[in-house]
């Protein structure tokens, strides 16, 4: 017998069993075999698996403060200000754009993903070494730990590549060219501040949603089978030949055992939306890193050729004016943002200055085309890095949905599942940490 256990099949059971119960005890034989199909059920790689996830979070949450006080401690040693949020205006609107900062958002949600990721190791770790000695509380939260453990690395991602992306892609333009009614709509300050805020709390309401559902559903699952199993005890010690009331008790403990596969069926539906959830979200992730890698790229080749004096600076009169006006109007901008658009206001003042001399001059700066050329090809690292790590957290959410039924009734799809999740938790949350350390570099 299973959680997962066809009707027809508790049809069948039931006939037997009220065949063999009216001549002998059946039930000490059912609750044995009942107990040894779980035991089967557990891969002897699981405890493993607990000890390598606790201990890499360990280090990576240990890392991730030492990195943020550091970031703190050297904000403070250069008089800047510690901020999360900087308000960016345009002279199109009085409204301002809230842009996150990366260079702080990243550790501390990290050290909240980190945190999760232990909760769920402890409580999983327990359920696995000794599961006769487990709250129902702390089994069941094992779920929506597992659930809403990736949650805080996905906003990090997010918000930590939105500034860029926001920059290059849909920071309003004064220019006539520019103001064409779409992209007026596109760039209002409600319509970006929105997109920035949205994907954050659609990702944490849609996963901490599916994870109270598990935590309800498997702990109405736990109770269930408590209750099989009290129920065959009880069974077992009332038993008589030839009792009238065999078939009675029979027909109850089936109905019991049919409410358990009701549930089980629908804590299989939760699962696999949790599995589809994150598939959706590893996709949309690198799209967006694609894109912002591309975009971001663009901006700094382009910043490249014109400080190595491979563009005229000429040709950029206007939008070089229009990048000094706008980086007068920003305020408390990130690392990334602030070089580069001081190299825009940069480029800006050379023009004007060059505007007494001749015409057709370029900027050169040696120092900072070598720090764009480095800010140029970790992008593109990044992006490359990003999209392998997402990668695998999609063939890991794609076979958590479509192979759930072999995962649950076949060890060796277990263990194929922890190598996959083992090395997709890792690979992502070190990703984050060498941004954040990146960030802190060259910041």
Aim: glycine content about 4%; overall charge positive.
């Amino acid at each position: 017998m299973s959680v997962y256990t066809s009707p027809q099949e508790l049809s069948d059971g039931l006939s037997l069993l009220n065949s063999i119960s009216l001549i002998s005890n059946p039930y000490p034989l059912v609750l044995q075999t009942f107990y040894d199909r779980r035991a089967k059920l557990v891969s002897p790689e699981l405890p493993r698996f607990a000890i390598i996830l606790g201990v890499v979070h360990t280090i990576l949450l240990f890392v991730a403060t030492i990195t943020f006080l550091l970031k703190v401690f050297q904000s403070r040693r250069v008089e800047r200000k510690i901020w999360f949020w900087r308000r960016h205006y345009s002279s199109l609107s009085t409204t301002p754009y809230f842009v996150p900062n990366g260079f702080f958002i990243i550790e501390l949600l990290q050290m909240c993903g980190c945190m999760c990721y232990l909760m769920f190791v402890v409580g999983f770790y327990w359920l696995v070494k000794h599961p006769e000695s487990i709250p129902v509380y702390i089994e069941a939260g094992t779920m929506f730990w597992h659930t809403v453990a990736l949650v805080p690395g996905a906003i990090a991602f997010w918000l930590g590549g939105w500034s860029a992306f926001y920059v290059v892609y849909l920071a309003p333009k004064a220019n006539a060219r520019d103001s064409t009614p779409e992209k007026i709509s596109i760039h209002h300050p409600v319509v970006l501040n929105t997109i920035c805020i949205s994907v954050p709390v659609l990702i944490t309401t849609y996963f901490c949603s599916v994870g109270i559902a598990l935590f309800v559903k498997l702990k109405q699952t736990i109770d269930t089978i408590g209750l099989v199993t009290s129920t065959l005890k009880q069974l077992s010690v009332d038993w008589k030949p030839n009792d009238p009331m065999s078939a009675k008790n029979n027909a109850r403990f089936f109905n019991v055992l049919t409410s358990l596969t009701v549930e089980g069926n629908h804590l299989m539906k939760l699962v696999q939306a949790e599995g589809t959830g994150w598939a959706v979200v590893s996709i949309f992730i690198i799209a967006f890193y694609i894109g912002n890698a591309i975009a971001s790229g663009r901006l700094v080749k382009r910043s490249m050729l014109i400080a190595t004096g491979s563009k005229k600076l000429v040709d950029h009169e206007s939008e070089f004016q229009e990048e000094s006006k706008e980086t007068i109007n920003s305020q408390g901008k990130t690392h990334l943002d602030s070089h580069l658009e001081s190299q825009a206001a940069s480029r800006g003042s050379a023009h004007f200055s060059s505007q007494a001399t001749k015409r057709g001059s370029t900027y050169q700066n040696p120092a900072s085309m070598r720090k764009l050329q480095r800010t140029y090809y970790y992008l593109y690292i990044s992006c490359v890095l990003m999209t392998l790590f997402m990668g695998l957290n999609f063939a890991y959410s794609i076979t958590y949905v479509t192979k759930l039924r072999s995962i649950i009734f076949d060890i060796k799809w277990q263990e194929r599942l922890i190598d996959l999740i083992t090395s997709t938790t890792v690979l992502l949350s070190f990703s984050l940490f060498l941004q954040s350390f990146m960030l802190m570099i060259w910041g």
